[in-house]
């Protein structure tokens, strides 16, 4: 159990990362409520959005909201997706600001909930994560393979990741700070949040309806998240194929002893075919899974030995006179 760290304390400063993928129908309306339910809790007030390549009018709005609010925009060169987006907002929070929150702009993190993050917050807690009531909002299929997702990388990994709960959290500074040293490409960020500890609590929400447009989280890039958790925080599915060749080997020697004492008492019998076939199409099959398995762990780090950045900012527009201002 987690236990906060200090006693009361205040929030001057705080942070808001935003990250964006064609939200342009959502934006005009969340970015307004966002401050006006942020700014009764700092006195400073940063809003940080990441858009994530959007195909739609998403840059555009973000101008023209800017004319009004303060808001920082990195706007990517493409799409690297949300964990990279999440990581270039970490990046840039200012190191003064006591705390950090990560919200989407789709409106299913209910606003009304940041008032409570920031309350355990101010009790000491170091991170406060949003842990969704249902998953009504997604189909069957995905709910129920989210559900095996968590109780395999429960057992599999020594981390425990919170079932249901995913970027909808408030950090505290060193949170942030402990973030921004992991230098891993490949990022699977509810591992991270696990994985960096400190004193952490979570509040329940019924997530709410997207207010526009539909979302670009799929049967395929869940797939390639729960496998970059998967990869990313455990060794156990290449120490798995060890145990299940030992296996193999031994049942293979077992059976191989037993064809030698029947071939003393009974002699020669006419090979089976049936027997080879079945054999060595088993065999193959277990050769080339294992080699699938190995091939994931290589891919990432070919990845990691590239050295490639996560992802690439080509504009920075700032409300604030800068020299990155477009």
């Not at 929400?205 to 990313?232: C, F, M």
């Amino acid at each position: 159990m987690d236990y906060p760290k200090t006693a009361i304390r205040s929030l001057k400063h705080l942070s808001c990362i935003v990250p964006v993928y064609n939200e342009a129908k959502n934006l005009p309306q969340f970015i307004p409520q966002l401050i006006s339910e942020c700014r009764g809790f700092a006195q400073k007030l940063d809003i940080i959005v990441i858009d994530d390549g959007s195909k739609d009018d998403t840059v555009q709005v973000l101008k023209e909201l800017q004319k009004e609010y303060p808001l920082t925009v990195l706007v990517f060169s493409r799409n690297f997706g949300k964990e990279a987006a999440l990581t270039a907002g970490l990046s840039r929070v200012d190191p003064k600001s006591e705390a950090t929150l990560l919200i989407d702009a789709d409106f299913q993190h209910p606003l009304a909930c940041i008032a409570s993050f920031v309350e355990q917050w101010q009790q000491g807690y170091e991170m406060v994560y949003g842990v969704r009531l249902h998953r009504k909002d997604r189909p069957l299929l995905l709910r129920l393979l989210s559900t095996f997702f968590y109780k395999l990388i429960d057992r599999i990994t020594p981390i425990e990741i919170p079932h249901d709960a995913g970027d909808f959290r408030l950090l505290d500074r060193d949170v942030v700070q402990a973030l921004n040293q992991l230098t891993e490409r490949e990022r699977f960020m509810k591992g991270l949040y696990a994985w960096v500890g400190f004193s952490k609590t979570a509040i329940e929400y019924v997530p709410e309806d997207r207010l526009q447009g539909e979302s670009s989280w799929g049967l395929k890039k869940l797939i390639d998240l729960a496998i970059t958790g998967i990869t990313s925080f455990s060794n156990l599915p290449l120490r798995m194929w060890s145990v299940i060749g030992a296996i193999v080997s031994s049942l293979s020697l077992i059976y191989a002893l037993l064809i030698i004492l029947d071939t003393l008492l009974n002699g020669v019998d006419l090979p089976g075919y049936a027997t080879i076939t079945v054999a060595i199409t088993f065999l193959g099959g277990i050769q080339l899974l294992s080699i699938g398995i190995l091939g994931e762990y290589i891919a990432r780090i070919f990845t990691e030995v590239k050295q490639r950045p996560a992802y690439i900012i080509s504009r920075v527009l700032s409300s604030k006179p800068s020299k990155d201002n477009d």
